[in-house]
């Protein structure tokens, strides 16, 4: 592999590591930065619902409630080149929820519910401002 094609599989790499982070940071208003303005999404919790477009993916990060806090485990992060511009990836992910009105016990933080273990199916493009989500495509595999 070439420093080139191995930047471009580091480049979205991160975006599936900075899509959660955003999303644990409360920072879903920038999501759309990570994302082409034609790009379609699927929740692990809802894979039959696709939201097209970057506008209205953020808008629906903007529906969860407030008290919700989140931590994404992003886990066996495999990305494949298919072009000069184009890519896939799957990852595995784990996700940890809780209610921000729940206790933070010091040292313990706050208790969260069962975790949720699902995949992403990613497809990425090269754009004028670096590479960004097409596609993404979640799914629970797992539930306790």
Do not use: Y
């Not at 379609?40 to 097209?52: M, N």
């Not at 495999?78 to 992910?93: K, P």
């Amino acid at each position: 592999m070439t420093t080139e094609e191995l930047a471009s599989v580091e480049a979205c790499r991160s975006l599936i590591l900075e899509f959660a982070a955003r999303i644990d940071s409360s920072q879903t208003q920038t999501l759309g930065e990570l994302l082409t303005a034609d790009a379609t999404f699927a929740r692990p919790t809802a894979p039959d619902v696709v939201i097209a477009g970057a506008d209205a993916i953020v808008a629906a990060f903007a529906l969860r409630p407030r008290t919700m806090v989140t931590q994404h485990l992003n886990l066996n992060i495999r990305i494949r080149l298919t072009g000069s511009d184009t890519a896939e990836g799957n990852s595995v992910v784990m996700l940890f929820i809780a209610n921000s009105a729940d206790e933070m016990v010091p040292g313990k933080g706050r208790k969260a519910g069962a975790p949720l273990l699902g995949t992403w199916t990613d497809k990425f493009v090269r754009t004028a401002d670096g590479w960004r989500f097409k596609d993404r495509r979640g799914a629970v595999t797992m539930h306790t």
